[in-house]
């Protein structure tokens, strides 16, 4: 299998990627805006429409439009406090409504399958670079801001009393949530990436005992899952995509069901 140079591409961008996504995803699931990555995904689908009518790489227009559409979010919920699920909805469909309008000026718009659904052959050397440097940016601000994170996602009010600069963190977080959306659509998929930045966290909360290990164990899980849906994927001929999340749902279930048979012998040994 790795005697190919696209399936060791792909094994690359996908080892950064499964490291990075379920570590945003752990701060998106703990805030209750799990439904966020959805609306970011169709904005980058318009800004790669953008990037390509531009004669730019697609993923830097998917990238602009994602970090502009994160942070009207971010605008949207401060005048919405109590509404925040509307402003998801609102720029979710903005997003839609934008990539309708510009695939109407794009020629060939099969060619754009694979950033719907995924693909492990269309993955450049910039896309390399570009994957490679951005994963250790995030990875970097995650553990700077990870203690902020964890404390305004349990108790904003107690946070901003204590001096923590909430503005300025969120704003951190999301660049960090949008850029990696952006860069995760040519071999995860747009349509798709909002569930693997869900399913490792599900799966590590069944396990974890506390934050920190949900957030070790769903790095775990997430480079398990990707590396699994890749292998699967290149074998069977299946979308990328598809692969991992189909790889991620069942990786889930099999966690639930541990857990049930585990605590169901745990119960019966203490009788």
């Known amino acids: 299998m790795f005697k190919y140079e696209f399936m060791r591409r792909a094994f690359l961008v996908g080892f950064f990627l499964s490291i990075i996504i379920p570590l945003i995803g752990t701060v998106v699931v703990n805030r209750k805006t799990s439904t966020i990555g959805d609306a970011l995904s169709h904005t980058t689908l318009s800004g790669i429409f953008l990037g390509v009518l531009l004669g730019i790489n697609p993923i830097l227009g998917g990238i602009a439009i994602s970090i502009f559409s994160a942070f009207s979010i971010e605008f949207l919920r401060e005048k919405f406090p109590k509404n925040g699920d509307m402003a998801t909805a609102i720029i979710m469909s903005f997003g839609i409504g934008l990539a309708s309008i510009l695939s109407d000026y794009i020629i060939a718009a099969q060619n754009f399958e694979s950033y719907l659904f995924g693909s492990i052959v269309a993955i450049t050397d910039m896309d390399i670079i570009m994957v490679i440097a951005i994963s250790i940016i995030v990875i970097i601000a995650f553990i700077y801001t990870y203690h902020a994170l964890l404390f305004i996602s349990v108790d904003k009010t107690s946070a901003r009393l204590s001096g923590v ?107």
Not at 258 to 263: L, M, S
């Open 165 to 271: 600069n909430i503005k300025f963190i969120n704003y951190i977080f999301t660049l960090l949530l949008a850029i990696t959306i952006a860069i995760s659509s040519r071999i995860v998929g747009i349509l798709i990436i909002s569930s693997l930045m869900v399913l490792p966290v599900a799966s590590s909360i069944l396990i974890g005992k506390n934050y920190k290990q949900t957030v070790i164990i769903s790095v775990i899980f997430g480079i398990v899952y990707f590396f699994l849906g890749l292998t699967f994927a290149n074998y069977l001929k299946l979308k990328p995509g598809g692969s991992i999340i189909m790889t991620s749902v069942i990786g889930l279930l099999l966690v639930m069901l541990y857990i049930y048979i585990f605590r169901k012998e745990k119960m019966t040994s203490f009788k």
